[in-house]
């Protein structure tokens, strides 16, 4: 449940209310006394003497709405003609679509897209199998795949309950870059037949996005697909966090004047993405990152609650070996990175803080503490969330980065790659902009995503994973 109203749980309100003066006004007043946010108010018409009116208002959670309706319907004289949930409404029969690139009007236009001209190009093809990369789809197309098994923060509930967020996915692939993606829900959560199915279907991708695969399996099958294929695999509930946790942590550190390679960082999460974000800022120059799960502190030795990647953890973090539960070790810490859940800090902790913390506390939809609490006790703050500055959002990272990695052909999307990315999406802030509610920038700049590619097309060039050297420019998959 979100604290202030916002659009995703808007809805439209058609109500036929009496000509005379003042009968909207008691409407709003109802809607206001309830906690609604009320936004676009027009007349749709006239019937049996009385005025169509459409509200639009933003509820805080679906009770609410249905609260502000409720009240609404028993006003006297107000007749409630129909509620539209207005987010359902934007996903009546889905969110993307398949369109043609070229016009197929005339004899010739089908002879040429399909038979008979269509096999020059199928043999073509088969001669020299990387003519499929400026031939077909694969230069431009990426697979959103999931297993439905770790979606949002609403976890394991399924391959169809997750397709709308894939669609979503696709969305901003398009929109921020230029770049065709399609979702790909699998209905099996066996990472064996996962890698089986990504890999045989992979022909007709230049890359693939994994999404919402929960850990650790999530780890197994991002390697052996990386392994596997030609083309690059990014799991971006790990890397993409973690690009733009990095990004923001170069420029909050800049306002406080503290190196990376002095910072005492607290990691609350040790999953896909607090694993990924830890090594991450490893590979940037912090030394000292200390990850807490439910059992605490992790450290080398400790035998509770370990797998795989805890264990490579404990080798490689927390130099100190300290140990206790987050509030103790977060004792003296300049950073807190929540991915965790709900709750997790208090004000006290704060205080225990180094001067000038820096607190992202990510969990979604409600963070580690909220900023209301922090007020005041740190630098920056950043969270997950739109409605509160500071935002750590994916999609400050991967439309970039696969555009960059298309457009040069690249392999696979490694290391340099990644802290490029996060170097370009924070020097799109310069250093006389920067401020506690502003160290990264909007995810609608459109300068972001351009950045993230040149810098991504320049580092895979020079770490020698690129099969092609583009331009920078020619994105949006229109170069040869």
């Not at 207005?86 to 889905?94: A, K, Q, S, Y």
């Amino acid at each position: 449940m979100s604290d202030s109203p916002n659009a995703s749980y808007s809805f439209t309100l058609r109500v036929k209310l009496p000509t005379r003066a003042g009968s909207l006004g008691v409407v709003t007043t109802a809607i206001g006394a309830d906690g609604g946010d009320i936004g676009a108010i027009d007349i749709v018409g006239f019937a049996d003497g009385c005025m169509l009116r459409d509200i639009t208002v933003n509820a805080t959670s679906s009770p609410h709405a249905e609260r502000i309706v409720g009240s609404v319907r028993r006003l006297p004289e107000v007749d409630v003609v129909n509620v539209s949930d207005r987010t359902f409404l934007m996903h009546l029969g889905g969110k993307i679509e398949v369109v043609s690139r070229v016009p197929l009007k005339t004899r010739d236009d089908l002879s040429m897209a399909y038979t008979p001209g269509v096999a020059r190009i199928c043999e073509a093809i088969h001669r020299m199998p990387e003519k499929a990369f400026t031939l077909t789809i694969k230069r431009n197309t990426v697979a959103v795949v999931t297993d439905g098994t770790a979606v949002l923060g609403l976890g394991d509930i399924g391959p169809a309950a997750a397709l709308p967020v894939m669609e979503g996915k696709a969305m901003l692939f398009k929109e921020f870059a230029g770049v065709d993606a399609f979702p790909i829900c699998l209905s099996t959560r066996d990472p064996d037949e996962i890698v089986r199915t990504v890999k045989a279907m992979a022909t007709g991708f230049g890359g693939i996005n994994l999404e919402d695969i929960s850990a650790p399996r999530c780890f197994e099958i991002e390697e052996r697909l990386q392994q596997e294929l030609d083309i690059p695999v990014f799991h971006d509930d790990q890397h993409g966090t973690a690009v733009v946790v990095l990004a923001a942590l170069m420029n909050a550190t800049k306002l406080v004047g503290k190196p990376l390679d002095s910072l005492k960082v607290v990691v609350n999460g040790v999953g896909a993405a607090g694993v990924a974000c830890s090594k991450i800022i490893l590979a940037a120059g912090v030394r000292n990152v200390i990850g807490c799960d439910r059992e605490g502190a992790i450290y080398a030795g400790r035998k509770e609650d370990m797998n795989d990647s805890k264990i490579w953890y404990a080798e490689n973090t927390n130099p100190f070996g300290e140990r206790g539960r987050v509030h103790h070790v977060l004792k003296g810490a300049d950073v807190f990175l929540g991915l965790s859940g709900p709750g997790v800090l208090t004000a006290a902790d704060l205080k225990n803080m180094a001067m000038d913390p820096i607190v992202f506390a990510m969990a979604n939809p409600v963070p580690e503490i909220m900023p209301e609490q922090a007020a005041g006790l740190v630098a920056v703050m950043a969270t997950g969330r739109s409605d509160y500055p500071n935002q750590i959002n994916n999609v400050l990272c991967f439309p970039g980065i696969f555009r960059g990695a298309l457009n040069c052909r690249a392999s696979r999307i490694n290391e340099p790659m990644k802290l490029a990315a996060a170097g370009a999406i924070a020097a799109i802030i310069q250093d006389h902009e920067l401020h506690p509610e502003y160290i990264v920038p909007s995810v609608f700049d459109k300068r972001v995503a351009e950045a993230v590619a040149h810098a991504v097309e320049d580092a895979a060039t020079a770490s020698g994973v690129a099969r092609r050297v583009a331009g920078h420019g020619e994105g949006h998959g229109e170069s040869g």
